[in-house]
């Protein structure tokens, strides 16, 4: 079908593509599904010191023009944490180019002082002490505890995803994130079809503050999915690629 939507995943921090293999597999009948590395995760390649958020939206522009578009010039942005501060980035600067939004387990607002002293921390330790020490101790905050009780086989992957990321990139995305602006202006000038998805225990995005996106973006809609955390498209995915399906299918046809 030529009038399925693109649907761009932009993943969250500290992964790769692999994060959304469940969706890619998932998804494919209702959309063209791209599910790129963010710059120095996965595929690698070089990065600075700092990788700020307009840099990673920067360069999937540039992937997007490169590819070019099948159908339309106009995609489905979907970000999850990380990926959704990115999302916002590129949907600021090229509003042009977004058909819809999807904003997973994240938010609009900038680092607290002491947010973005736990992200040079972060930075710090993945050059000092190895990102496999980060992906141990983030586990518990980014997965529910119903999750790592039910599932070890996917606590044990997604440790392995992360722990297997260059600590240049997991340093400069981290130190990307702790200068990243505050884009809640942003969310009442946002216009296109908006869906937020987010975890009932997530604690690192607590409820409150997909709330609160909800309310300030119009005609959003809001789904909170039970029993997981910060990574509810792996947590649960049969739900999560139901609600994502239904709001595919919601567009209206390019």
């Known amino acids: 079908m030529t009038d399925l939507p693109t649907l761009l995943l932009i993943h969250g ?57 099948p159908g339309s010039e106009r995609i489905v942005l979907c ?30 607002g900038a680092d607290t002082e002491e947010g973005r002293a736990a992200r040079q921390e972060t930075a710090r330790n993945a050059k000092e002490k190895g990102v496999p020490v980060i992906a141990r101790a983030t586990l518990p905050k980014v997965l529910s505890e119903h999750t790592r009780t039910s599932d070890p086989e996917l606590v044990a992957s997604m440790e392995a ?18 200068q990243r602006p505050d884009r809640t202006a942003l969310l009442s000038s946002i216009s296109v ?8 225990e997530d604690e690192l995005m607590p409820l409150p503050t997909s709330e609160a996106m909800h309310q300030a973006i119009a005609h959003s809609e ?5 029993n997981v955390a910060h990574l509810s498209n792996v947590e649960d995915p049969v ?13 209206p046809h390019a």
């Open 13 to 69: 921090f500290p992964h790769d593509h692999t994060l959304w293999d469940a969706q890619v597999a998932a998804l494919s009948a209702s959309a063209h599904v791209l599910a790129p590395d963010l710059r120095g995760f996965g595929a690698g390649g070089p990065v600075p010191d700092v990788m700020t958020m307009e840099a990673y939206a920067e360069d999937l522009k540039k992937l997007l023009d490169e590819r070019g578009l």
């Open 79 to 108: 970000g999850l944490s990380m990926g959704g501060y990115i999302a916002l980035a590129f949907l600021e600067r090229w509003p042009e180019r977004v058909q819809a939004l999807v904003l997973c387990n994240t938010r609009s």
């Open 161 to 178: 995803m992360m722990a297997r990321q260059r600590p240049d990139a997991v340093a400069a995305a981290a130190l990307g994130m702790a």
């Open 193 to 200: 079809p908006t869906l937020i998805i987010t975890g009932a």
């Open 222 to 226: 809001l789904v909170v999915i039970p």
């Open 239 to 251: 739900r999560f690629n139901a609600t994502l399906r239904n709001f595919l299918s919601s567009l």
